[in-house]
């Protein structure tokens, strides 16, 4: 067993708990639930997961945490439930650790010496049952393991990413899998939040209001920002998602990932970016200021 706690948000995860828990296979020490107000059966699926993990030494602690943001809830959970192992890591609950990394991990993290104190992962995304391999989206690379007390979440609304407050990272080989169990609709009105959410993130910077950490994270994060907000922001609105489009679907090759990757890059590139315009040039006609997010309804 790894000395290790990973900390998991929850919001109605019942159909994806269980799957996320037992893809580590025992390695972990302790499992942090934050959650923020399932009315499923989160809450009596942790009482026994807990159950079953106490028989091998391990344990699951469920919190209730009223949510604010994505980082707001990541980092209460960081500081507020008395991790004391070594490592931390971040789980979200719909991903799962592949054999593999399970492997890596448990081999390789007890060697890690100072002044590393982050673990770079590889990220893969399943959409209704397949593997997106093409249009860009493999690998994510993600810090997600880090020394306790040594990184926090960026406090932003959008593509928050964690960020070492000291040392440097090094990235496992293997992969973890992003593979949701929840419906097209579930996964649509994820989308329609998350719109609002890029809208408010996107006036805040325009303000100078936008709080990004400085600090050491995983690379491709920090390109895929410089690219979003000193490229295509700056192209003209509704004509930026359509190129963006074609550049997955089409010159990264998205349509080999079948039907089920045409269904994820059109909507995932231009559908969800074409949302993001039209809420932000109803804005701009209105004069409005998008209103702070709840936590997902759906």
């Not at 993001?276 to 209105?286: N, R």
Request: with cysteine; net charge neutral.
């Amino acid at each position: 067993m790894v000395d290790l706690t990973v900390v998991i948000l929850t919001k109605n995860e019942e159909k994806n708990l269980r799957k996320c828990v037992e893809s580590f296979r025992g390695i972990a020490k302790r499992f942090v639930i934050v959650d923020s107000g399932s009315t499923d059966g989160t809450k009596d699926l942790c009482d026994k997961l807990n159950a079953e993990l106490n028989e091998n030494g391990a344990s699951l602690d469920f919190y209730y945490n009223e949510w604010v943001s994505y980082a707001n809830q990541l980092n209460w959970g960081l500081q507020n439930t008395g991790i004391d192992t070594e490592w931390s890591m971040r789980m979200d609950a719909d991903e799962e650790l592949l054999e593999d990394l399970v492997k890596e991990i448990e081999e390789k993290l007890p060697t890690v010496n100072s002044p590393i104190n982050g673990i770079v992962l590889r990220r893969r995304v399943y959409f209704m049952g397949r593997w997106i391999k093409h249009g860009g989206r493999y690998p994510e690379l993600l810090l997600r393991i880090f020394r306790t007390g040594k990184a926090m979440c960026e406090m932003k609304i959008m593509d928050e990413h964690m960020i070492l407050s000291e040392g440097t990272t090094i990235e496992f080989r293997h992969d973890l899998k992003d593979n949701n169990q929840k419906d097209l609709e579930w996964w649509i009105s994820k989308h329609n939040w998350y719109s609002n959410r890029e809208v408010l993130d996107h006036q805040m910077r325009l303000a100078g209001d936008s709080f990004v950490e400085k600090g050491c994270s995983s690379n491709q994060a920090k390109m895929k920002r410089i690219v979003k907000d000193g490229g295509y922001y700056k192209l003209p609105k509704f004509i930026r998602a359509h190129l963006y489009f074609i550049y997955r679907y089409y010159i990264k090759l998205g349509f080999l990932d079948g039907p089920e990757g045409r269904i994820f890059h059109f909507l995932q590139a231009y559908w969800y970016r074409f949302l993001v315009d039209a809420k932000m040039f109803e804005c701009e006609k209105k004069g409005v200021i998008m209103k702070s997010q709840a936590d997902l309804k759906a």
